[in-house]
């Protein structure tokens, strides 16, 4: 039996019955990951020898009949923007030294340390997470698990890719504008960009309230078991939402019937959708009507925000860098230079001004989901292009953003939204939909997007080395 094609659910079943055991999943997890790192790069950091010490000592309280937590013994990955306990975070920057001692956990990490998570490593982000895909100075370019030639999309993408690939079936990732979602897509993985608050985030985001932190799974129900652990309080987050009121976990059975769904192909046509794209989306959304969902094609009321998005974006990542020399500054990804250069031509003034377009987006999407529960989108409109691209080639997009159109309006309003794998295109890369709900509705994507899973769309299945 191959370990790396089970869940987390799948592998805490085993271990229950006593079939296989924590050593034997990491065991293989780990040779997983060893076996892609040259091909696909996900990884910044293996970190064997705290794995196994981590699984044998699971093992044991799986021997005696008394597991840690809900995850005891289950292999995780951790994006190399999360502080985590004992090993440096570099951030995927040559200007982060790696000396320190390093002792704190980030509290997504604590909580899955405390539920008796393996931590099999750190995985690939561009510069502090600052584009929707995954290359950086520090770490080089992280590849499509399905085609290597292409992006795994970012800035979530070593976790992306190391999921895809069996390489541990969790992983935590951030998303300041797509960066669990967007990679998740390219990969043909489920990610959650929980609402804002769920999960605490420690220290804050130079990004500010933008960043989320979430799973990324092989599946909805991994996802939800998963928020279960790391969606609690942490008293250095001031921000963080008091315990939801019930399990995502046990919410997950309430399926879609008499659900309102709003399915909106383009946001008003004002996306452009490859073809491929919108034919795969929308046969998972009349998938959601079979089920019984009430499904009607309608828009948001609102324009694209970009530019109070990058206001506000840009102004963060030029405060993250205010205090760089000149020589830390040239170690930088020019592309990140070149927005901290524009972020810091921005006034208070300018950034007031999105934030007032930022909170008219949220009353309006709070008015719609008065109407609708559910909005169902593209989570992008293309599939995976070239690796080591910021954009398509041949686009007229100068920043990611240009692509990414129906994600990052849900961070600025704070709203959960998860990507579902639902079909491929021609050349075999996945093409993902979005499920947004209101704030606080974080039950209601993770229900829709596991009856989408229970009903055959799609098939959580993971990519071998010899396929990629």
């Given amino acids: ?24 999943a990491t065991e293989q997890a780990l040779e997983r990951a060893r076996r892609i790192q040259p091909e696909v790069n996900a990884f910044v950091r293996l970190t064997e020898e705290d794995a196994l010490t981590r699984a044998r ?39 982060v030294s790696d000396q320190g001692s390093w002792t704190e956990d980030a509290p997504s990490v604590a909580r899955l340390r405390e539920h008796g998570a393996v931590f099999l490593g750190k995985t690939t982000t561009p510069e ?46 951030t998303d300041g504008g797509g960066s669990i979602r967007i990679p998740a897509a390219f990969c043909g993985i489920f990610g959650l960009k929980p609402t804002y608050g769920r999960v605490p ?45 019930g399990s995502f976990t046990e919410g997950l059975a309430g399926g879609v019937h008499g659900l309102r769904v709003a399915y909106s192909p383009s946001l008003g046509g004002q996306v452009a959708v490859d073809p491929q794209v919108a034919a795969a989306v929308r046969r998972a959304v009349a998938r959601l009507a079979e089920l019984g969902a009430y499904v009607e094609e309608t828009d948001p009321d ?18 993250l860098t205010e205090r760089f020399s000149p020589y830390k500054r040239q170690l ?31 009353r309006r999407m709070g008015r719609f989901h008065e109407t609708y529960d559910l909005l169902v989108t593209p989570t992008l409109p293309v599939t995976a292009f070239e690796a080591g691209e910021e954009v398509p080639k041949g ?13 990052y309006p849900f961070n600025l309003t704070q709203q959960p939204a998860a990507t579902v794998p639902v079909g491929t295109d021609g050349a075999g890369l996945p093409v993902g939909m979005q499920l947004v709900a209101a704030r606080h509705r974080d039950d209601l994507v993770l229900r829709a997007a596991h009856a989408l899973y229970e009903a055959g769309i799609p098939s959580p299945t993971t990519i071998t080395p010899a396929e990629s």
Avoid at 337 to 352: K, N, P
């Fill in 128 to 173: 502090f997470g600052w584009k929707g895909v995954t290359d950086s100075p520090l770490s080089g370019i992280t590849r499509n698990p399905h085609d290597p030639s292409r992006t795994s999309g970012g800035s979530s993408g070593g976790s992306a890719a190391a999921v895809a690939l069996g390489a541990g079936p969790l992983s935590l990732g």
């Fill in 201 to 245: 985030l420690y220290p804050a985001s130079a990004y500010g309230t933008l960043s989320h932190v979430g799973p990324m799974t092989r599946d909805a129900a991994d996802a939800a078991l998963m928020l279960d652990v790391i969606g609690v309080p942490d008293p250095r987050d001031w921000s963080a939402l008091p315990p939801a009121p």
């Fill in 395 to 407: 686009s007229a997009h100068r920043r990611w953003t240009g692509w990414t159109p129906f994600t």
């Fill in 1 to 24: 039996m191959q370990l790396t094609d089970l869940t987390a659910v799948q592998l805490l079943d085993g271990y229950r019955k006593g079939e296989f055991s924590p050593v034997e």
């Fill in 302 to 319: 609102f324009s694209d925000p970009v530019e109070a998005y990058h206001t506000l974006w840009f102004s963060g990542a030029a405060r």
């Fill in 332 to 362: 930088l990804d020019p592309g990140l230079r070149e927005v901290c250069v524009q972020g810091a031509r921005y006034s208070a003034l300018d950034y007031l001004a999105a934030v007032d377009v930022r909170m008219d987006l949220g």
């Fill in 57 to 95: 000592e699971a093992q044991a309280r799986w021997r005696r009949g008394a597991p840690a937590g809900l995850l005891d013994g289950v292999p995780v990955t951790v994006k190399d923007i999360l502080l985590t306990r004992g090993w440096p975070t570099l951030r995927g920057s040559r200007t």
